[in-house]
């Protein structure tokens, strides 16, 4: 585990720091008219632009998913077995990075407490994690965010411990029919399609369910 955490370390300048502004930018390219994050909330009327963007990035995090299941499988047996904790380890990282995108294309304030526990509870639910799980994992993320803030830590390390508790569900949902990886070159294509189709199941499920709470609130707004 402690090699996870490295590899999370060495990713998550780019993974885990999603800039707000950076999503603003790219909605505005989209042809949405927002001029900060907050306006999200107030786009139902433009929904259809929220969600092509949402599949805009889902298509990059299934890329990056499917590159690293290419490298982890390619060599067979020999690559599998060295490369298998970076390979989930950044698929987890990799759908952390889109539910956080997700979460700002519909309105979740990053400040916002609640709004943090729903994101999580979102990007959990469609890992299929259960209730009394996702209750287990947010009390030990809790538990290393109060460590971290008594020994004055890195701000990261609550993140990067929910993300090694998602890496570990994911391992085990997926390890089953991963035998094909050790197949070299073959187990190549065999890794990326299965990362692939693992992470866009994830996005649609994410997806669905943020479209689902977006029209939620706006209905309770607008009473």
Sequence with gaps: ?????????????????????????????????????????????????????????????AKYCAASGLTSGVGGITTTITLAGADIANMAAQLYWLNQKLALLNGFEPENDLHNQRSQAIFMTALGIEQTAQAAIRATVAKVAAENLAKKGPASAPVIRLIMEIAKIIGVKITKIQAGKLIPIIGGVIGASLNYYFSTQMSKKMMNDYKSDYFDRWQIKNR
């Design 1 to 61: 585990m402690s090699e996870d955490v490295s590899i999370l370390e060495k990713i998550k300048d780019y993974v885990l720091n999603v800039d707000p502004e950076g999503v603003v930018r790219d909605a505005k390219l989209m042809g949405m008219d927002i001029t900060c994050p907050a306006d999200f909330a107030n786009n139902a009327h433009n929904y259809t632009y929220i969600e092509r963007l949402s599949q805009k990035y889902a298509d990059t995090c």
